[in-house]
């Protein structure tokens, strides 16, 4: 079934389409995305609840190893960059070529 709509906010959300039955565009059917599994989600309501499954997160993460952030300068990076320890190794990219 086509429902571009559907499939915009579905893939800006998740990274992927969520129903397999949906496409963009007739015969354009997607094969690559994998919704990501429904075990590992962490299920938010506010910005508060956002906050601190990161904050959770990135705690549990540093056990085992050393973080680091790729910088945009948009801003996701700065939001997740807010809840990095100081001194995390941060880098960014510029691009100086192209057409």
Not at 12 to 41: N, Q, S, W
Not at 72 to 80: H, Q
Request: with cysteine.
């Amino acid at each position: 079934m086509v429902d571009k709509n559907f499939c915009m906010s579905s893939y800006l959300a998740f990274r992927c389409i969520i129903k397999d039955d949906m496409e963009f565009a007739e015969g354009l059917h997607h094969t690559l995305d994998v919704p990501y599994p429904e075990d590992k989600k962490i299920l938010v309501k506010t910005a508060d609840d956002i906050a601190n499954a990161y904050k959770k997160l990135f705690e549990e993460k540093e056990k085992d190893v050393k973080l680091g952030i790729m910088l945009s300068g948009g801003m996701d990076s700065a939001c997740l960059a807010a809840f990095m320890k100081p001194g995390t190794d941060a880098y960014t990219f510029r691009f100086l070529g192209g057409v």
